[in-house]
């Protein structure tokens, strides 16, 4: 049979009593939100820290190491330049498609490589979860910080294929830092959104790839806006215009670009993409903090 | 007993703890199979459950070593896991003092990545400030000894030895003091040069008001460091006490 210890702690308490009274707390025990966000910023450099690894330990084995990190978004542009530009030399009805175009891809970009590698943050990380004792969300936030540096670097290359498509510089384009802050926020929320969904839905990650090329479809991208409000109506293009991406890619349009037709009036956009981020930024983050005890069990 | 020497630091009463295997089973169902699984809704047939440890009762106070003996599949591991809040507690309870932190030969770091990296990774990760992980960086090197056959702490993890690797977790692991401080095997892996110094190192932890519970099947390395051992068999307790006579019950019970 077994002999259990507390008899021989000499005291008649049970177990939950003295747990109580020395401040022993069940290891299952949940944080509250706003001493998790706490603890968070005291993890600050970890994120960081963990963002820099990844972006070396992925592009440390290549020869061309950090240099890809230019040359993808620039690689990425000319493929469309050479399909959209030579191949079709489709004009789609907008004036300047070539950076219409990029703008979308970018932006769209920037959105699915976080669901992408947001999906695998708990998943891919085992190891340094059952290893250590962190806040979990550093993981999709470091994620996060890693895909907006790489997107701070796209946006350069974006900006020189806009420049070089003829259109001016204005100070307009600097609308470009509240979009690209809004974006970041959803991104973030997204990230961790979908951290959570991988760790617990293996089989979501399967079905990934169709989502995100239907997201992409649903954007105007690789084609103008306007065919959605030409061909849809009623409830069909109300569920279009309220997409978050399309909404961000046009505001990114409309940063950058003179003469474009937007989806909606810019003072539409703009309070959709705020309405988006907040609630895209802090549903995610609770969404997370409430999982974050089953992480890296079972 | 005065109060002050008795502080508990870990307290498990009664704790059972099921954990879910996916994958186990029959492997390579057809698609036909898996589908007519889903639709006759047989509960998730691939998860098997395993009932590991099945009602343990403990209390380990500050400054203890607790050894945890018992052959294998007798539920040490997942009982450390449990304990330090990896796995859940599915009846009864666990409670402890401040986070304890687990230390196995299997946690990864990331392996792309160069030792010195890891080390400055894991500390951040530990909750150290930029400052203290700068000046303990070297310490921690020089501890796990890796640096001996050449400079190998510049080197990616992957290319390391799994002794080597071991070492330099369980030099990260140690570099700071923890409440409670969980161990399995760690210290098997290492040469005799390192196990003595580990040995040193969770001595000098323990005297800093730490709790430390050791997974080890080398009985050496109990005796040296633990003076209170509990043996697990089949997920239950069967016996608690003082290191030697537990000892000789298991050694008694081996022989059979």
Redesign the interface.
Known sequence: M?????A???TEL???E??RR???????RRIRLPEYTRQLW??R??IS??AR?KT??AL??TNLGTLWQVLTPIINAAVYYVIFGVVIGTRGGVDNFIPYLCIGVFVFGFTQSVVNSGINAITGNL??I?????PRA?LPLSVALVEARNFLTALVVLFGIVLISGEPINPEWLLVIPALVLQVVFNTGLAMGMARLGSKMRDIKQLIPFIMRFWMYGSAILYPVTRFTEHLHGWKLALVEANPLLVFVELFRHALMENVVLAGTPTLLWTEAAVWAAVVGLGGYVYFWRGE??Y??? | MADIEHVPTVIADNAHVIYKVRGGGKNNQSPLASLKKIVTRQKEANVREVHAVKGVSFVAYKGEAIGLIGSNGSGKSTLLRAVAGLLPVARGAIYAAGQPSLLGVNAALMNDLPGDQNVELGCLAMGMSPADVKEKKQGIIDFSGINERGDFSSLPMRTYSSGMAARLRFSISAAKLHDVLLIDEALATGDAKFRKRSEARVRELREQAGTVFLVSHSEQSIRDTCERCIWLESGLIRADGPTDEVMKEYDAFNKR
Do not use: I, M, W
Request: net charge positive; proline share 2%.
């Open positions: 077994p002999e259990t210890a507390v021989e702690s000499g049970s177990a939950k003295l747990a020395h401040g022993l707390s069940s290891s299952g005291r993890y450099h970890f820290a963990h690894a070396s330990s440390g084995q190891g340094l059952r290893a250590l004792h962190f550093s005890k089953g890296g069990r079972g």
